[in-house]
């Protein structure tokens, strides 16, 4: 079966790409796979400094690097570093505004996907706000019809009813013709995620070192993580 590149993508700041990117790198190698992390927010790689550390707890299953994919150079040593690790699952992290860099080079990616034996999946991350379903529809307009993109609806911005709105709009249909799923991302306490970034944590990670009070928070939420990113990968698979 050929292996998957997941693009965590938003379009913009602040709607949660870093988090679901972290939680997909922990859950696939949790399952005994291969990772290849790729983080392309240079200014800010939190995933780059959330795994970095971690790669000797992973000895040749987990590989992190951040690269440049505003510029070809970057989706080059991508596609090399994707021949290279031909046995990792990659998850790449990208930056606010990664449309632009979509639009010019992923047709890069796209060429060489045959000869890597390798599929494209997108997890682009919602945040119930018009702007951001707008993004979401320009990137499946600029991205090829074949190409799967999952709706990930982050919690954070509110329950179901928050998200009413994209439910009704014409390009929630667009999502589940590419062979897409909508999947709701659960929010986590802000003071959780808080004492996580702080000491550069991974999930697991503070599931061990979290005092009773906060593990009890994150437990719960750690398994509804889980079963979202499996109905997300099922789907992909």
């Known amino acids: ?25 922990e859950q696939l190698l949790e399952q005994g796979e291969n990772v290849l992390a790729v983080d392309a927010d240079c200014a800010n790689p939190g995933l780059h400094k959330t795994f970095e550390k971690r790669e000797s707890e992973y000895p040749a299953k987990l590989a992190v690097y951040t690269l440049n994919l505003a510029q070809v150079e970057g989706w080059s040593a991508l596609i090399t570093l994707g021949s290279k690790l031909y046995d990792h699952t990659v998850v790449i992290d990208t930056p606010a505004g990664s449309h632009e860099s979509i639009r010019q080079f992923a047709t890069i990616l796209q060429s060489c996907l045959g000869e890597l034996d390798r599929e494209w999946v997108s997890l682009f991350v919602v945040s119930g706000q018009r702007d951001s379903v707008e993004l979401l529809a320009e990137y499946l307009e600029i991205t090829p019809r074949t190409h799967v993109v999952h709706a990930i609806l ?12 994209f439910r009704r709009s014409n390009t929630y249909p667009k999502v589940l013709d590419r062979q897409g799923t909508i999947a709701s991302f659960p929010a986590l306490a802000a003071h959780i995620v808080n004492a996580i970034d702080w000491d550069r944590l991974s999930f697991s990670q503070a599931a061990r070192q979290f005092a009773i009070g906060h593990r009890a928070v994150l437990t719960p939420w750690l398994s509804e993580v889980r079963a979202t990113l499996q109905q997300v990968r099922s789907a992909a698979a």
């Open 1 to 25: 079966m050929a292996k998957k590149i997941f693009i965590v993508i938003g379009g913009k700041g602040g709607v949660g790409k870093t988090i679901v990117s972290k939680s997909l790198t």
């Open 154 to 165: 982050n919690g954070f911005f509110g329950d179901a009813r928050s998200f009413e709105r």
